[in-house]
């Protein structure tokens, strides 16, 4: 088991920062890839970016790509998606995932344990 907390989120102005974390804890060493997703109302969850928990090799949905930075501090089993430029489009409940085992970092249905998310509201 694996249990995921995410923090950070908030109300920010069109072209704001804002930074979230998500910290794992729990059966960590398994840890193959974390992600992150997001939901907006309406919408179907949409992958936003992943690292390989071990070689830290990061993915980036395009919509996000240049603009968000996804990083982790393994000594911290945490996770950090650090947001730039955000535009009233990135409004949505923001997810953490944790995946074991080398599957697709960009369907939801590969991940095993999942936070309980946070709002980003993005103000125009």
């Known amino acids: 088991q694996v249990q995921l907390v995410e923090s950070g989120g908030g109300l920010v102005q069109t072209g704001g920062p804002l930074r979230l974390s998500c910290a794992a804890s729990?059966?960590?060493?398994?840890?193959?890839?974390m992600g992150w997703f997001r939901q907006a109302p309406g919408k179907e969850r949409e992958f936003v970016a992943a690292?390989?928990?071990?070689?830290?090799?990061?993915y980036y949905a395009d919509s996000v790509q240049g603009r968000f930075t996804i990083s982790r501090d393994n000594a911290k089993n945490t996770v950090y998606l650090q947001m730039n430029s955000l535009k009233p489009e990135d409004t949505a409940v923001y997810f953490c995932?944790?995946?074991?085992?080398?599957?697709?970092?960009?369907?939801?249905?590969?991940?095993?344990?999942w936070g309980q998310g946070t709002q980003v509201t993005v103000s125009s």
């Open positions: 729990g059966r960590t060493f398994s840890i193959y890839t």
């Open positions: 690292i390989r928990w071990i070689a830290a090799t990061t």
């Open positions: 995932a944790a995946q074991f085992g080398y599957r697709s970092h960009i369907d939801p249905r590969a991940y095993d344990y």
